[in-house]
């Protein structure tokens, strides 16, 4: 059997890894890093420290079709968004599977997904298999209504995604969608190996996965420290405001980087909802406006143009997310 245990960089996947170890032995553990080629320079460092003090055995794993996020998008003629989340499933999800595929042995995955990080993560079990839809439904039209009964779409999109799945009931069709990549040889591969997760960080806290790390020993990324939320992607297609604001204030190399990576794929890397339209500088063809990195990094600079009245003594302001003073 083998232990593999995703690490990010994160605190998340990093208390699981500790968890792991605990429970299973360092032995049996294969740690694996999907490099999407976009992450911090302080999460690859951080996660050399981890990995190294800890002794795992540990994997890098990369898409074979795409050189990184900057490729992705250049070969697809625009950058991910929040609706087209094409990067997880290209730079992370597919690498994994064609790792897992090669493995001759029973596999258990131990992730650090934590219930209180999302709506659509709380709905997520403790323990599950890794290829579970591939034999069960991810989204069925049932589901789609199901999600929108205590919370009514707001969006056009969201209410033209409603009727559609009610008209398809209505006539009875309940459309089960489930995972293709790789069918044929998920298929044969489970039908000789075990699959299992288990997600022993699924009813903690952020703060309790960090102080799970500090109690072992172990520092957590320096990002968390100076502010962030979460670290991986720098920046995610999906951070927000507070976030990019301490990159423009604080890592021009990568607003460059950004700015670069724009001019390279000749796409904004950001959604026009991301900043009042005012900001916009360009104009798509069919006449909708949008930003450029350097729009949104305009549109921060004149937001905290003035300090902010009520922090009164900055200096001693504990700037993390998770309250972790130093
Ligand atoms: S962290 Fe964000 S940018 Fe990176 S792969 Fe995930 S969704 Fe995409």
Not at 120 to 146: D, G, H, L, W
Not at 274 to 283: A, E, G, L, M
Not at 286 to 291: E, F, L, V
Request: glycine residues 4%; contains cysteine.
């Amino acid at each position: 059997m083998i232990v593999l245990t995703p690490i990010s960089g994160g605190k998340d996947s990093q208390a699981a890894t500790l968890w792991a170890e605990n429970k299973f032995g360092l032995k049996s553990l294969t740690g694996v890093f999907c490099d999407v080629k976009w992450e911090a320079d302080e999460t690859y460092l951080h996660i050399d420290y981890f990995t190294q003090k800890l002794g795992i055995n540990f994997k890098v794993l990369t898409s074979k079709k795409y050189d990184g996020m900057v490729d992705l998008a250049v070969k697809r003629g625009r950058f991910p968004s929040t609706t087209a989340r094409f990067c997880t499933e290209e730079l992370k999800i597919f690498p994994m599977i064609d790792y897992i595929l090669t493995l001759e042995d029973h596999i258990i995955v131990v992730d650090g997904i934590r219930a209180d990080e999302s709506a659509k993560r709380s709905k997520m079990e403790a323990e599950c298999r890794y290829f579970k839809y591939y034999f069960e439904p991810y989204q069925t039209n049932t589901m789609i209504v199901e999600s929108f009964a205590d919370k009514p779409p707001v969006s056009l999109n969201q209410k033209k995604k409603l009727k559609k799945a009610q008209d398809r009931l209505a006539i009875g069709k309940d459309d089960p969608k489930y995972y293709t990549y790789r069918k044929k040889d998920v298929i044969k591969w489970c039908e000789k190996y075990d699959d299992s997760v288990i997600r022993p960080c699924f009813h903690m806290t952020g703060d309790e996965v960090i102080y799970y790390s500090l109690n072992r020993g172990y520092d957590i990324n320096p990002r968390y420290k100076r502010g962030y939320k979460r670290v991986g992607c720098d920046p995610c297609i999906m951070e927000d405001i507070p976030s990019i604001t301490l990159t423009v204030k604080e890592s021009p190399s990568t607003i460059i980087k950004v700015k670069d990576a724009e001019l390279k794929a000749n796409s904004s890397f950001f959604p026009p909802d991301k900043i009042p339209k005012r900001y916009h500088s360009k104009v798509d063809k069919k006449g909708k406006s949008y930003p450029t990195m350097g729009d949104v990094e305009r549109y921060i600079n004149d937001k905290t143009a003035t300090p902010d009245m009520f922090i009164s003594d900055p200096v001693f302001k504990c700037r993390s997310h998770y309250n972790i003073c130093e």
